[in-house]
């Protein structure tokens, strides 16, 4: 026989969590290193971008510059804004092309009043009213696109509930109980 101390009940606990807190810390030690390395190019724990994340290719601010002055608004989304600027540069091939010309006429024509632009526009440059008009629809409608391929990019952060936010929910599939509207109104 060897003499080797028999381990009693409390002994089996502290060894399971001595072997639970290694593994614990092993992993959480292999996950700080692969999301330290994901940003870097070669990594072998390279990971892709979130979507929201994803940078927006050239002539971003731009567009900033163009959806500010059509909407009149200083702020948007900023993720919301990299959606649909990429997906309007994947509509349209000359979109950014375009939003720097827009951008360099409303210069030129001393910040014509952004409800006027598309009326001084058609006689100016008529081929850029349609960026203007898609600008505007995606930040209000939330919508990129044509049929059969409409894009929805936003529903509930879509511009054009702002107005009415503080008197009307926002309609979805459905905002109460069924059939709520059969029921008379408690007033």
Known sequence: ????????????????????????????????????????????????????????????????????????????????????????????SQFTQNIVALNGWIQSHGGVPSDTVTQALQTDQPNLVPTVVAVMRAWYLGLVGASPKIEVLAYERALMFDPVKDVLTIPSYCRDVPFYWTQKPAS
């Open 1 to 92: 026989m060897t003499d080797v101390p028999e381990q009693g009940p409390r002994d089996a606990v502290t060894l399971s969590v001595s072997r639970r807190a290694m593994l614990v810390g092993a992993c959480a030690s292999a996950a700080a290193l692969a999301f330290t390395s994901a940003g870097r190019s070669g990594s072998p724990f390279a990971l892709p971008l979130a979507f929201g994340d994803t940078p927006a290719p050239g002539n971003y601010d731009a567009f900033v510059v163009l959806s500010q002055h059509l909407t009149g608004r200083a702020r948007f989304d900023p993720v919301l804004g990299k959606r649909i600027f990429a997906a309007l540069s994947k509509a349209d």
